[in-house]
């Protein structure tokens, strides 16, 4: 069989360019090299692209130790100066005189999980692993999401969608709305952000403006949503016409919520697979993601979360990761895994499933 050639795309513009550098880095390490060969593609902070070379260094690099033991600022300082150290040239975008045949995106958030990226490498006529432009995009908007899950008859939270050019314009009316709207707590987060970046669990009228102004200068749309009680499950779900759903996860947090600091810096949250609820109750949860993947038109794979309420039989979809985190201690991977499909075979399945016409 002729090896296939791989550029694995990881970095980005956006705030998880570092989470997207240790995904990459345990990706590499786990394609089959007697089926293809890996070309590293670095997006750096500012957006540059970078074949090879400074791509494969920083692959080479324990970035997720020097995350650990300093800082993750200290992290994205290191990846700069070895940029600026290799002072190599950019890549051309010419992913053909590479002879690249797929690229496998390992990208989250803005520019990279959004159909940006996807759009890119299908004008360059690339096949690429994951779900499409459209499925991308419309999953990191958190308001469309919830509208074309809900039109599929799936659960969403009650909540209000905020425009912040609305809200700068006239504060202290929307302000009050709210309040009269929504009952303590309740969430308070920006549409297209991720890591939990903005996002406020507002418990009194006091936290109310500071929540707002947070969540409105960093995104132009901000969701105000109704605080759903319950476990937090997730399910990993696999394929393109035909997909399967793994069994659920279960993420636990440390603190109020899960927050950035409990996400990437404590490292306290617990996580139990499978999830600690019926397995009747994990049928159902498996089976709205399988319905929401479909929705969505996603393809390839994609994380839904779901709030699971076992006291009533209740499932809310959260939301949809189109590109999860691959790191070793990524909820994807070991759900994927927990349901018989290692970490090199799912690898292998996403690199197929994009080739497939
Ligand atoms: N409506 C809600 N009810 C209860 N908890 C919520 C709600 N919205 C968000 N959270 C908490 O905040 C965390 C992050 O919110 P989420 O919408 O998943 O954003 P992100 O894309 O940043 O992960 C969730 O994992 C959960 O702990
Ligand atoms: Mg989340």
Redesign the pocket.
């Known amino acids: 069989m002729p090896i296939t050639t791989v550029a694995l795309i990881f970095g980005g513009k956006s705030a998880e360019h570092e989470i997207s550098v240790i995904s990459a880095r345990s990706i590499a390490a786990t394609i089959d090299p007697e089926k293809y060969r890996t070309i590293p593609i670095y997006i750096s902070h500012s957006g540059t692209w970078y074949l090879g070379g400074i791509a494969q260094d920083i692959l080479d690099i324990d970035l997720a130790g020097i995350m650990r033991n300093t800082s993750l600022e200290n992290a994205a300082a290191t990846l700069d100066r070895m940029v600026e150290t290799a002072a190599q040239e950019p890549f051309g975008h010419d992913f053909r005189a590479a002879g690249i045949d797929v690229a496998f995106p390992v990208l989250h958030g803005s520019y990279g999980e959004d159909g940006r990226v996807q759009g890119h490498l299908e004008t360059c006529g690339i096949p690429y692993t994951g779900c499409g432009v459209l499925a991308s995009a419309i999953t990191m908007d958190?308001a469309l999401t919830k509208l074309c899950v809900a039109d599929a008859g799936i659960a969403v939270?009650p909540?209000r969608t905020i425009l912040s050019s609305d809200y700068v314009a006239d504060r202290d009316s929307i302000i009050g709305s709210i309040e009269s709207e929504f009952a303590f707590p309740?969430?308070v987060?920006p549409a297209n952000?991720?890591?939990?970046?903005?996002?406020t669990?507002v418990h009194r009228a006091g936290d109310l403006p500071g929540a707002l102004d947070q969540a409105c200068f960093l995104d132009t749309k901000v969701l105000v949503?109704?605080?759903?009680?319950?476990r937090?499950v997730e399910v990993a779900v696999l394929g393109n016409d035909d997909p399967v759903a793994s069994v659920c996860g279960e993420?636990e947090?440390a603190s109020d919520?899960?927050?950035?600091q409990d996400?990437y810096i404590d490292n306290k949250a617990k996580l139990f697979i499978p999830a600690r609820i019926p397995e009747p109750l994990q049928e159902k949860v498996r089976s709205a993601a399988l319905r929401a993947f479909r929705a969505l038109g996603c393809r390839g794979m994609s994380r839904i979360?779901f709030?699971v309420d076992e006291k009533n039989d209740a499932i809310?979809l959260?939301?949809v990761?189109t590109i999860p985190g691959f790191t070793d201690i990524s909820m994807y991977p070991l759900l994927m895994e927990a349901s018989g499909i290692g970490f090199k075979e799912l690898v292998g399945r996403l690199l197929s499933l994009a080739l497939e016409p």
Do not use: C, H, W
Not at 193 to 199: D, E, F, N
Not at 225 to 230: F, L, P, Q, S, V
């Open positions: 958190k939270a909540s309740f969430f987060k952000l991720g890591s939990s970046v903005g996002i669990k949503e109704k605080a759903i009680a319950g937090e993420i947090p919520f899960y927050d950035y996400k979360d709030f809310v959260n939301e990761n």
